[in-house]
């Protein structure tokens, strides 16, 4: 396989605040985003070969976003770009606590409007998995794309990984939305949902038969419930649990479920051997990686720039062996 993890999906720009003017008025940052790109760019970042497809107007941040994949290593053969829409933006506010809401301009943004006559099918046959998320199934072209590349990959034998990735104002209204990612849990192996993702879902309170109940539904091999500083928790075919997060001072929550995702994924990689075969330690061990990833990539701001290296996440694990050492 020429790709270990190929990603289809949104990229934009994530206008990030980033203090006031001297006349006091508000400031933004310009940053690349997009779920999907940032799980790639993680990847490649721990040294993995990655390729992303999608689709960016013909403007400067268009070029910007071109420029971007190639400066942090993820092959750009799948982004095409368009002089239909402009380039998607994403303004992004931050509460006190460093947790985020979006504001899109979107109507449309180009990634909306990739074709599935416009995707790369080299990449799709030549990796080891493919990863999506559902903000490329809210509107047509996109959607049937989407689902042409889930099916392509998986006839070439690729592991599916997804990220519903739920945001409420993107879709024509709640049930539409539960629809659609219902589509994309069914063709998924490995699923990351928030524990607000997960409720959504199920309308299960309870996050343990919450999970349980979407991994027989859909046949996913793995599901990871993100909940922050809490840690995560997974649930397979026969194994609940939870793996703790690390204590870090979080500054901007942007991009780190993707960065966890991510390193989870790179596990996956460096394992080279099926889930079903793994045992539920190699599966903890892999999670407090995982969980170390997202840690660190609160402590600064924007999504790509926040991701860690793998000496900075090795790092962050250690420090957190001692201290339970010491607890």
Do not use: C
Request: hydrophobic residues 45%.
């Amino acid at each position: 396989m020429n790709y270990d993890v190929v990603a289809l999906g949104e990229y934009l720009i994530d206008f990030t605040p980033y203090g006031r003017s001297e006349a006091g008025q508000p400031l933004f940052e310009r940053n690349p985003g997009g779920a999907p790109v940032n799980v790639v760019a993680a990847l490649a970042k721990l040294g993995k070969k990655t390729g992303f497809i999608g689709k960016v107007g013909s403007d400067p941040f268009g070029a910007y976003l071109r420029e971007t994949l190639l400066d942090v290593r993820v092959s750009e053969r799948g982004l095409v770009k368009t002089d239909e829409a402009h380039t998607t933006m994403a303004f992004v506010q931050l509460d006190a606590d460093g947790d985020r809401s979006f504001h899109f301009a979107r109507h449309p943004g180009a990634d909306q409007l990739l074709r599935a006559d416009e995707l790369n099918l080299g990449m799709l046959a030549e990796t080891r998995i493919f990863h999506f998320g559902s903000i490329s199934m809210t509107v047509e072209p996109v959607y049937a794309a989407t689902l042409k590349a889930v099916q392509l990959a998986k006839e070439h034998g690729a592991l599916i990984s997804y990220d519903p990735n739920w945001r409420p104002s993107l879709w024509r209204d709640g049930e539409h939305a539960l629809e659609v990612i219902r589509v994309g849990l069914s063709l998924a192996d490995v699923v990351k949902v928030s524990e607000e993702e997960l409720v959504f879902l199920t309308a299960e309170q309870d996050l343990e038969k919450a999970a349980r109940k979407l991994v027989e539904q859909y046949g996913i091999i793995l599901l990871l419930v993100t909940a922050g500083s809490a840690g995560s928790f997974y649930q397979m075919k026969d194994w609940w649990g939870k793996v703790e997060s690390f204590p870090v001072h979080t500054l901007d929550t942007t991009g780190a479920g993707d960065a966890f995702f991510g390193a989870l994924l790179y596990g996956m990689l460096e394992k080279g051997k099926a889930l079903s075969s793994w045992d539920e330690e190699e599966l903890r061990l892999s999670l407090r990686f995982a969980n170390a990833a997202g840690a660190l990539a609160t402590t600064r701001k924007g999504a790509i720039p926040s991701l860690g290296t793998l000496e900075e996440i090795r790092a962050l694990i250690r420090d957190g062996d001692k201290e339970d050492e010491l607890g």
